[in-house]
């Protein structure tokens, strides 16, 4: 079981290397961190794009492209397309957005053809590594993707959630269905969903996982708090994975925890037939080396 | 202007003592608390409930309740009712709440015939000191009182955390109104509501404060973040008060702050006639002196 975050990137190290798609690779962040895994050991690396700016930036770097394959697309579209294809048909292991927008890199992975589409939804799932703060690693979902989950979307979201431990070798993790309280609130909604939540999991609905909802994240994280609250379930005091019931609560938790803490994080797209990495701009370089540490587990899983 | 949470202690020190009326005072976490406020010099208090027990408790814990008055009052309401209408008499400049449900003693502070209402709903404001994580204290509202305030409900929510701001000498606080993004989405109810506060208050329906939304956490926090995404607004990077959007992400926030970082806090709720102190089992006895000597300073301000 991986218990912190630079475990991630040693138990990848120990793999063999995946192969990431990079699609709009001409972007000097990007490359920098798709060089560091690289170099790491840890991914190949097809870079789609304008080569000739990814030349360019290369130079700057002292970037090798002989031990890259770059294909040139100037097309963004395209360009999405082609690297989702690449990882459709088994040349790549992981999809990795370079510099266009979101949307167009998750519109060619959900394409219903040459896509990547699951049947499950796409979810961000964040892992933080909170040193002394808590005594494990740490899942967050979902800060990104699905603005006002309903009940059948947080079952895939903590479905996906799963399989990001399973990756971490989290077997049986215990899922905090975070609300403002512990008690189902008819004025609360998301006290609702939590309790239907823990029901389908003690049901079989829900497999592969513990669910305790609802909660506070004082009584997910704190077993002192879970006692003052007299909570007697495995999960309080010990949640593994955060489902948060709305985009707005899950980002404000997720920037909370990178922004006003000095934890440490790794943070990939699941859902889709492979993992999909997003890194932005306000990441650190170590975040997104973890972040592709991550998706290089994750790809392993799938394989 | 107050820029660590001792000062908060150290200012209610230098004014005169305020008077305190505790509703249902038998219980020994709160009675230490005021024992430790009083010790501090900063407030006398009136404890109101069953006597024989404060006596049991203050024995133990040899508290001299010579220098309190003890007003013998059993059934719970009636405390309730009696410490309101202290404070709304002018007896008492500050409302705590005992061992009684929350429910009960907001219902009394909220009654129309004795009550405390000024014409603003309740909310709750905590302060933050997050050491060298954060330039200053740092207000996060509501994450107890209200679960999805409209705009007019939000709008009392940051005006009450002004309030808290002035008590704190923060002149013209720059207010963040929190939301997943920093764009206007459709789809995010919150990022509308969020330009329309900014709007009101540019417009000056909403003063006394610099307003800007919808802001992502690390764009209200971080200049670096506010930089990269080209966010230029006195209030990025530089928030003094953070406005959530729902009692789930409010409450998150509040909970991650606390039991996930090495922060201090401090909490009040406001949008009565008195500061109504309402400290809670998990927080700690350093918490608990914050919070009743910020609601001394707050007293201060409405005298």
């Known amino acids: 079981?991986?218990?912190?975050?630079?475990?991630?990137?040693?138990?990848?190290?120990?793999?063999?290397p995946m192969t990431i798609a990079v699609a709009c690779a001409q972007d000097e962040e990007v490359l920098l961190a798709v060089e560091e895994a690289r170099s790491q050991g840890i991914v190949q690396a097809i870079l789609i794009g304008n080569v000739e700016e990814i030349i360019s930036i290369a130079e700057v770097h002292s970037i090798n492209l002989r031990l890259y394959t770059c294909i040139n697309v100037l097309d963004i579209k395209e360009a999405a397309r082609l690297a989702v294809e690449l990882v459709a048909t088994g040349k790549a292991q992981i999809l990795m957005k370079g510099i266009l927008d979101t949307s167009v890199i998750l519109q060619a992975?959900?394409?219903?053809?040459?896509?990547?589409?699951?049947?499950?939804i796409l979810s961000h799932v964040?892992?933080?590594?909170?040193?002394?703060?808590?005594?494990?690693?740490?899942?967050?979902?979902?800060?990104?993707?699905?603005?006002?989950?309903?009940?059948?979307?947080?079952?895939?979201?903590?479905?996906?959630a799963v399989e990001v431990a399973k990756a971490l070798e989290l077997i049986n993790p215990k899922v905090a269905i975070l609300c403002a309280k512990e008690k189902v609130d008819a004025k609360m909604g998301a006290t609702i969903d939590a309790a239907k939540l823990q029901m389908m999991n003690e049901q079989g609905e829900i497999k592969h996982c513990i669910i305790c909802g609802p909660l506070a994240l004082d009584v997910a994280v704190s077993k002192a708090s879970a006692q003052l609250k007299n909570i007697n379930h495995t999960v309080a005091g010990d949640a593994d994975i955060l489902v948060c019931p709305t985009i707005e609560a899950g980002n404000i938790l997720y920037k909370c925890l990178v922004f006003l803490t000095d934890a440490q994080s790794a943070g990939v797209i699941v859902g889709a037939k492979a993992p999909i990495v997003l890194t932005s701009r306000a990441d650190s370089a170590q975040t997104k080396l973890n972040s592709i540490a991550l998706s290089v587990l994750l790809a392993g899983n799938y394989a």
């Open 109 to 120: 992975a959900l394409d219903k053809e040459v896509g990547l589409r699951s049947g499950n």
């Open 1 to 16: 079981m991986v218990k912190k975050i630079h475990e991630i990137l040693e138990k990848a190290q120990q793999m063999e």
């Open 126 to 160: 964040a892992v933080f590594d909170l040193s002394s703060h808590y005594h494990k690693l740490l899942l967050v979902t979902d800060v990104a993707m699905n603005i006002a989950p309903d009940i059948h979307i947080k079952q895939q979201i903590i479905e996906n």
